[in-house]
């Protein structure tokens, strides 16, 4: 069956970076765009990229732009996103999605991260 | 991109029927029919509920029921169940090719 499996949980400093992965199995990678998507404690959920596995092509939320980058490996069919400069506003569940045109289905586990000093 | 307007909290008794609705503008709701709606209990990672306005995937329940008018979508569950009982959010593809969710609305079955 599709499914997204993500790294594990993870504790940063402020200012560090953040790299989670997310390995896909279960369908043809590249015919499927993954999608970031975040939740901060007791808050809503906060759409913020997506990547064609296919072309490497990116889009970015505004918010997030500068410090946010995502990648992929196609030969272990794992994406990859990386935050840099980390604030304690960046705590919260990181979540991988298959992103097909326009929804996303189905979700990884969720990771997550906190910023803690 | 600001976030898709959703009521907080929506509650029915079993039985009952509940519409949420998800305003957005006509840069994101308007402007495509790429609405979709995701159900998540706590602790656990969103579902997809609804994708294309109102499609249903292989396996949800055919007591939900998606709709789209204008810059306004809804999300209709009928035959309300204790399982139903959780945070629902809108989604849409925008003008500016990113994605926007909406606020979050809590479902509670009384």
């Known amino acids: 069956q599709v499914q997204l499996v993500q790294s594990g949980a993870d504790v940063k400093r402020p200012g560090a970076s953040v790299k989670v992965s997310c390995k896909a199995s279960g369908y043809t990678f590249t015919n499927n765009g993954i999608t970031w998507v975040r939740q901060a404690p007791g808050q809503g959920l906060e759409w913020m990229g997506w990547i064609s596995t296919y072309s490497g092509t990116t889009h970015y939320a505004q918010t997030l732009q500068g410090r946010f980058t995502m990648t992929t490996d196609t030969s272990t069919t794992t994406a990859y996103m990386e935050l840099r400069g980390l604030t304690y506003d960046d705590t919260g569940i990181y979540y991988c999605?298959?992103?097909?045109?326009?929804?996303?289905?189905?979700w990884g586990q969720g990771t997550l991260v906190t910023v803690s000093s | 991109q600001s976030a898709l307007t959703q009521p907080a909290s929506v509650s029915g008794s079993p039985g009952q029927s509940i519409t949420i609705s998800c305003t957005g503008t006509s840069s994101d709701i308007g402007a495509y029919n790429y609405v979709s709606w995701y159900q998540q209990h706590p602790g656990k990672a969103p579902k997809l509920m609804i994708y294309d306005v109102s499609n249903r995937p292989s396996g949800v329940s055919n007591r939900f029921s998606g709709f789209k008018s204008g810059n306004t979508a809804s999300l209709t569950i009928s035959g309300l169940q204790a399982e139903d009982e959780a945070d629902y959010y809108c989604?849409?593809?925008?003008?500016?090719?990113?994605?926007?969710f909406g606020t979050g609305t809590k479902v509670t079955v009384l």
């Open positions: 999605a298959r992103g097909v045109s326009g929804w996303f289905d189905p």
């Open positions: 989604s849409s593809y925008t003008t500016s090719s990113t994605y926007v």
